[in-house]
């Protein structure tokens, strides 16, 4: 089994299930034993800031959104850019912290890439695998930027990505036209 961890899984757009319809999945793990992520495209309705005046000690002033990762409920996590407050990196350049003293001091902190999650996506052994054999995901490597980009319209963009890459591959060519209508 190959790990798909540091990768991007995509909804397929058959995929109904109303937790992961259009949505666009960081495996922050994966191995024979199961895989979780975060769904990077579901914004919660409230900020960072609003939910730790809820629950944490100290100033906030982070108005980014808090980020819904999943239907499975669990601790509060942060995918962000700073090595010293995490417990692994993911892929270069993202960093997956939970525990608590690295969340209070990452929402200190000003400046650099962060998210912040509420639940989580998980998989038990075998299971993700089955579904991706069912066509539910796509799959593509993630990038620091792609994680940390604007989630408004990731699931289409990432999801055009995949298809070009897939047309370029069968096609036998480098590049795409931007308007294949045009010829």
Known sequence: MESLQGH????????????????????IHHSKEGAFGVVLNRRADSTVQELWEKIGEGPCESQEYVHVGGPVSGPLM?????????EMEVIPGVYFAAQRDHLERLLRQS??????FVGHAGWASGQL???LRQGAWLTTP??????FD?????WRRVTRHIGNSLLKSALRVSELPPDPTMN
């Open 8 to 27: 991007l899984l995509v909804a397929s757009p058959h995929l109904r299930d109303p937790n992961f319809a259009q949505t666009v999945v960081f495996l």
């Open 78 to 86: 942060a995918l962000h850019g700073d090595a010293e407050l995490s």
């Open 111 to 116: 400046g650099g890439p962060f998210r912040l």
């Open 129 to 131: 695998e089955g579904e």
């Open 142 to 147: 993630a990038s620091a930027q792609l994680v």
């Open 150 to 154: 604007d989630d408004a319209d990731l």
